[in-house]
Every structure is written in C-alpha cells, then in structure tokens.
C-alpha cells in the first residue's frame, strides 16, 4: 500500500466512476483497476461494489476512506512544508467563502494577498454553509469563511469580524427618508428572503422571530436563489430585504433603485470566522489569511479583538 494506491481510492470515491478517476488522476483505466483490486486483497476487503452501470463504495471502503484522505493530506503537507521552508505562505491553498460574503469580501483582499504574498495560490470555491462544511471535512477544502459555528469536533473557527444587517429597500418607499430603522420598524414589514440553505436566511429569520416581525405577510412564499436576485426583485418594488454590511458597496446601490439603511438593531449582525480542521498543518497560512482580511475591511463591519 502506498499513497499512489490512496489516491486512486479518493478518486474513485469522489468520481463514483473508474474511467473519469482514471482520467483526473493521469493513468489509463486498466492501471488504475489494477491498483484497487491489489489495494483491496492487500486490506482483504471489497472497497467498491461495481456494476455495469455504477461504481458505489462499500460501508468499510467508506471508514477507510477517511483515514486515506487524512494520510494523503499529511503526506501533501510534508511536501509542502518542505518545499515552502523559507516562506510557509508559499503554493496553493484552497479556500471556500458562502455566496453572501464572496462576491463583497474577495474584491477587498484579493490584490493586496498577491501582492503580499506573491507566491500564494488561491482556489476559491464559493457554495453554501453546508457543501463547504462537508467539504472541509472530506478534505477537499483547506478553510472556509462561514457565518455560523460549526459544531463538528474536528473543525475549529477563527472569528474574524462582526457585519451588521442593513435595510434594503426601493427609493419609493416610506422609509426612505429614515436614517437608522428601528424594530417597530422591521415588523411593520414583510421581509423577501433567500432560498432554503443559505445562512442568511436562517439568521434573518431568528432575528425576525426576536423582534417580533410577522413572516405571513403576502411575499412570504418569495425566495431568491441570490443575493442579486433578491436585490432585484427589492428594486423592482416587490418588498424589502436585509443585507450583510460588506454587499451594500455593490453596484446595486446605483444600478437597482435600492437603497440602504442602517438598522438601530445591535442584535441584527453575523459573525464571519474562518473555518478549518482542527489537524490543519498550515497555520501560518491561515494566520497570513486572517491578517490580510481584517487589514482591508471596511469600516462598516466591526472586527472581533482577541
């Protein structure tokens, strides 16, 4: 058994597929058939149950893959570490970010990480709490930045900073001429709001729940699978919505006929941390990370001390 012999079992688990796992990693599909059937009469276990049509792993194949993915990660680190001696913010690192903070935080940090750390490479992938959370614990991601604590063991959160909830409403409404709103305020309104699985939506909901904001109201069946096209429809006179502090520097404040206010509500925030697995070996890394976020954050979201 060796980490060659892993990879190809991470492979086809992920792939669910001998030809495409061939295929990502470089060998022909016969060698790489080769490998597992010795992979398995070494362990003296059936990995995968295959079929003319699927390739589907075993309940054993499945505990043991958590141990290759562990083994190839450390084993990737120690190539890393060795490699990178003289500067541990140096080769890729691959970073998740939930699809309401994405598109606000990464145009603020992505030109001064480069030209800090010139000799970093970042592989963003953007996707809701739950796909990046099972992807960090799959290994496929080496941190993420989430809105909500994890509560897996393995996982630990680096709080970075606190982002309030602004109002977003059309130009023609009420309370355009209001300068902060107020929780009397919030109820009298029927709030639009995301898709099911975003965060934002979960959070926009307990707060509602808080101050007592109906969430019955004629709209209430309207979601949005963005956060664009929640400010659409906002602009299109449909309701009113929340939004995080970092996405009222959009273009949307221009372009939609939306307009922004702030909320006398210290309750109505999300807290952004940076998420990784407990057995992460690059802290530096995450550590140069952190720096360079909190460094060029607007002065709408609070950054959290300690």
């Not at 892993?6 to 792939?15: C, M, P, Q, R, S």
């Not at 043991?64 to 190839?72: E, G, M, P, S």
């Not at 909500?148 to 970075?160: C, G, K, N, V, Y």
């Not at 019955?216 to 664009?228: F, I, N, P, V």
């Amino acid at each position: 058994m060796n980490l060659r012999d892993l990879k190809y079992l991470i492979a086809v688990a992920e792939k669910r597929h001998f030809g495409q796992a061939a295929e990502a990693c470089h060998v022909s599909q016969p060698t790489l058939s080769g490998q597992i059937r010795k992979l398995e009469e070494y362990l003296g276990v059936t990995l995968f149950e295959r079929t003319n049509r699927s390739v589907v792993i075993t309940p054993i194949g499945e505990e043991l893959l958590r141990y290759a993915r562990v083994v190839v990660e450390q084993a990737e680190a120690m190539e890393t570490v060795a490699r990178t001696y003289r500067d541990p913010t140096a080769g890729p690192v691959r970073l998740g970010a939930i699809p309401t903070l994405s598109p606000y935080l990464m145009p603020l940090i992505l030109r001064p990480l480069k030209t800090r750390y010139p000799r970093l490479r970042l592989v963003l992938t953007e996707e809701i709490t739950d796909s990046l959370t099972r992807r960090l614990l799959e290994h496929e991601i080496d941190a993420a930045l989430l809105a909500t604590t994890p509560t897996a063991p393995e996982l630990e959160a680096r709080p970075l900073f606190d982002e309030p909830f602004w109002l977003a409403i059309p130009r023609a409404h009420p309370l355009y001429h209001a300068m902060e709103i107020s929780a009397d305020d919030l109820t009298t309104l029927d709030l639009l709001l995301l898709a099911d699985g975003h965060c934002l939506t979960d959070q926009v909901l307990d707060l509602c729940r808080t101050i007592g904001s109906p969430r019955d109201g004629e709209m209430g069946d309207l979601r949005a699978a963005s956060l664009e096209t929640l400010l659409q429809l906002v602009g299109a006179g449909f309701g009113s919505t929340l939004v995080p502090a970092l996405a009222i520097r959009g273009a949307w404040m221009t372009d939609t006929g939306v307009v922004a206010r702030p909320l006398d509500l210290p309750e109505a925030r999300r807290r952004i941390s940076l998420v990784y697995r407990r057995s992460f070996p690059r802290r530096p890394l995450l550590d140069a990370l952190a720096e360079v976020i909190l460094e060029h954050l607007p002065n709408t979201v609070k950054p959290v001390k300690g």
